[in-house]
């Protein structure tokens, strides 16, 4: 049975073609004059491998930087040193807000503590019942002593 998704008809098979060179001569290699004498390289397998060892090429001469005029330079340090300066600004803002904040609390912490020590003071009783205590016997002899 046929799927119902899948065509019915042949498939048609594309083979790859090679493609052949205009020229049936290789490149020419160029020839390249040895530096040296012949070298012989030992690999880790045992394997001797003999050849010529060819000069480095020279490194391609790195472009001729512009001088920097010392105008230039002057105008970028005082931008760095602008920068610098505000946000040194910006840190000193923070911290004295931060120190003002310190001492606010501070002040706090010394009422709180001082008024408690207030109120202990008045609130608080010593050493008999709380109240005032009056000897009635020595009341009247001193009420006699000094009336009398």
């Known amino acids: 049975m046929a799927h119902p998704e899948r ?5 048609e098979v594309h083979h790859p ?3 052949v060179p205009t020229s049936a001569a290789p490149a020419p290699v160029p020839a390249v004059q040895p530096a040296s004498a012949v070298q012989s390289v030992v690999l880790p397998d045992g394997r001797v491998v003999t050849g010529y060892s ?12 512009r001088p920097v005029s010392r105008t230039a330079v002057n105008i970028a340090l005082t931008g760095v040193g602008f920068a610098g ?5 910006a840190l000193a803002a923070t911290f004295i807000a931060a120190l003002a904040a310190l001492v606010h609390q501070l002040m706090i912490l010394a009422a709180v ?20 205590v009056v000897n009635i016997r020595k009341a009247v002899i001193k009420r006699n002593h000094f009336h009398g």
């Not at 065509?7 to 498939?11: N, Q, S, V």
């Not at 480095?56 to 001729?64: K, N, R, S, T, Y």
């Not at 300066?85 to 600004?89: D, E, H, N, Q, T």
């Open 113 to 132: 503590i001082f008024g408690g020590y207030i109120a202990a003071i008045v609130f608080g009783h010593r050493g008999g019942g709380g109240g005032t």
């Open 7 to 11: 065509p019915t008809a042949a498939l």
């Open 85 to 89: 300066v505000c946000g040194g600004l």
């Open 54 to 65: 060819l000069a480095p090429a020279p490194l391609p001469e790195a472009p001729a930087a």
């Open 17 to 19: 073609i090679p493609l």
